[in-house]
């Protein structure tokens, strides 16, 4: 059985459809996708049973595709490591990193520019999205790994949680006293509120909590953009709800009044995502540990400035 033969089989597998495998193997024609069945041939088995609304894979099919992804998981580490140096200092190649708008806002800076420096053999490229759009990017390996909220369907995804958030209210105003005082949004009235809109999974949570009246909003405005979002509510008697990270840099900004989000709880702890037959490069391991370095020090502001006032 050839390599080529496996990763055929499995993307007929994953799309469950021979024509958008041949789209994502770039075939000519869907057809092309049929030269996978001489897998059936050879070994006498049907893999995939056919029907109209497209394919099924059979019980054999099944055990086989578990086998090659773990075949696949190891041919992809061997050819990783036969491109990689040894030494940590002349490590080359190429990763492409997604990550949200609030990572990038505070902390993109304090993560690529040391390790560019640091690593110039390796070629770097950034991507922002939401985290569904992220997790997508992991799924078609368009990205190496993505930094998000923990995926709702994990298939042959790894996650690693690398950061417990906490939930904040910025705004120019100062809706709940002095900065850092802890809020309760379900006692709020006449909040104006800015969130991004269904798609990002965090703005689903709160607009679920929204629609059940566990938060009342007087007016609710929807922008797709951390920057654009922040900045709107510093202008302004507008909210914005986000993580920390995304306004750590802010807490000394005298146009920015921040507060901890006491109730109700937000779930939205940070993962490290990536696809269990594609592997991290010792590069990618490596901006992580760097990821996980600079959120380590935003847990030591937060513990600093959450120390009871005297």
């Known amino acids: 059985m050839e390599i080529k033969q496996i990763r055929y089989f499995m993307w007929v597998y994953e799309e469950g459809s021979f024509s958008k495998a041949a789209q994502k193997a770039r075939w ?16 006498g088995v049907q893999l995939f049973e056919r029907h109209a609304r497209g394919i099924k894979p059979t019980e054999a099919g099944l055990k086989l595709y578990h ?4 075949i696949m998981q190891t041919v992809t580490a061997a050819e990783k490591e036969l491109h990689e140096k040894t030494s940590a200092e002349e490590l080359s190649g190429k990763i492409h990193v997604g990550l949200p708008g609030i990572f990038n806002r505070s902390l993109l800076k304090d993560v690529l520019l040391p390790f560019i420096e640091n690593h110039p053999q390796v ?16 799924r078609d390996g368009i990205v190496d790994f993505a930094l998000g909220a923990r995926p709702s369907v994990e298939g042959n995804l790894v996650q690693k949680m690398i950061y417990r958030e906490r939930i904040m209210l910025m705004s120019g105003a100062p809706l709940f006293g002095p900065s850092f005082t802890p809020c ?31 938060i009342k909003v007087d007016k609710l405005l929807e922008i797709n953009g951390a920057a654009g979002s922040i900045a709107l509510a510093q ?23 921040v507060y901890p989000v006491a109730a109700p709880h937000i779930p939205f702890d940070l993962y490290i995502v990536y696809d269990r037959r594609r592997p ?11 990821m996980e370095l600079e959120l380590s020090k935003v847990d030591d502001i937060w513990d600093r400035i959450s120390q009871p006032r005297r």
């Open 28 to 43: 000519r024609s869907p057809c092309s996708a049929c030269r996978f069945c001489r897998l059936e041939d050879e070994y």
């Open 67 to 70: 086998r090659c992804v773990s």
């Open 123 to 138: 070629e770097v490229t950034v991507s922002e999205a939401y985290t569904g759009t992220l997790i997508d990017w992991v």
């Open 184 to 214: 309760d949004l379900t006692k709020a009235e006449g909040l104006k509120l800015i969130l991004p809109t269904s798609t990002s999974g965090f703005g689903s949570i709160v607009r679920d909590y929204i629609e059940r009246g566990v």
């Open 235 to 257: 202008s302004s008697d507008w909210a914005v709800l986000g993580s920390f990270i995304a306004v750590v840099a802010d807490m000394d900004n005298p146009r920015s009044f």
């Open 280 to 290: 991290l490069s010792a590069a990618a391991r490596r901006f992580i540990e760097i």
